[in-house]
């Protein structure tokens, strides 16, 4: 149950009073802190901070006309679970979610704002399809697919092209394996030390071309993905810049923002429990 108050209770509905006992007492205590948990819950799901969820849920559990029943809440004849009624038109409103729609609403549509947002947009777009199209190429060229991620296009393409640098790298490979081979049976050493020396040295060699191409590869990766952060942090900070001049030219033309009521306080919550006699008893608990 919950502390720092009174629970108070009149029949509705039906005839007979008598009080409640004990497990009575404790069940309205579980409703209501379902209740007040699961609407909270929803409300910090919508971006309300966790420190005054539980306060502003109290606020809109209170409100008048809201009632609290086992399997939810019922609003002006609506009808809600407690999770639901997080995302009702009355939690919007006094938890400020609808005074922050209509103002970003209001800051989007402004046209200064939009004007500018289209130009910053144009930017980015410029920049990154150019890093789109060198990171399509650099990748075709080497011919791994393994670099095209999710591309399966760009994979198929890269592991088809005849010339990249992957094939040229496995044609140096085979190459240098067959000189080793003509070499040993000329030399009458192909079953000897000297054959074993001449594979590991071209292994070696070969080793080494494919980690310099794949470093190579894997620079400029990262070099195009730093560059495409950096375009659009560009597009974020210009984008707040927008918005904040959007905000002042509004307030300058006399259109101030929307806010959430002030002034609020909990009121006592009213629950609806099904009794044992005709009718239904609605409890008023007293914060």
Known sequence: MPTGGQWSDYQEGGSGGGGYHQKKHMRRGKV???????????????????????????????????????????????????????????????????AKKQNQAALESEPGYMQALAELGLQRDLQTAGLAEQR??????????????????????????????????ERARDQSYRQVTDTANRAGTLFGGGYQSGRQEAERVSGARQFDATRSLEDLLTSLDRQKAQAQQIYQVGKSGALQGASQRLLAAGIHSA????????RPFELRLPWRRPGHRVVSYAP
Do not use: C, W
Request: aromatic share 8%; glycine share 10%; no cysteine.
């Open 136 to 169: 399509s190429r650099s990748i075709l060229d080497f011919g791994d697919p393994l670099f095209a991620g999710r591309n399966r296009l760009l994979g198929a393409q890269a592991a088809a092209n005849p010339f990249s640098t992957a094939r040229l790298l």
């Open 32 to 98: 209501f802190n379902r209740a007040l948990q699961q609407v909270a819950a929803g409300l910090e799901k919508r971006g309300i901070d966790a420190a005054v969820s539980g306060h502003m849920a109290k606020l809109i559990l209170s409100r008048p006309g809201v009632v609290i029943t086992p399997k939810g809440v019922r609003y002006h004849d609506k009808k809600f679970t407690y999770g639901a009624f997080a995302h009702s038109p009355l939690a919007s409103l006094i938890s400020g979610i609808r």
């Open 259 to 266: 806010k959430a009521p002030t002034g609020l306080k909990v």
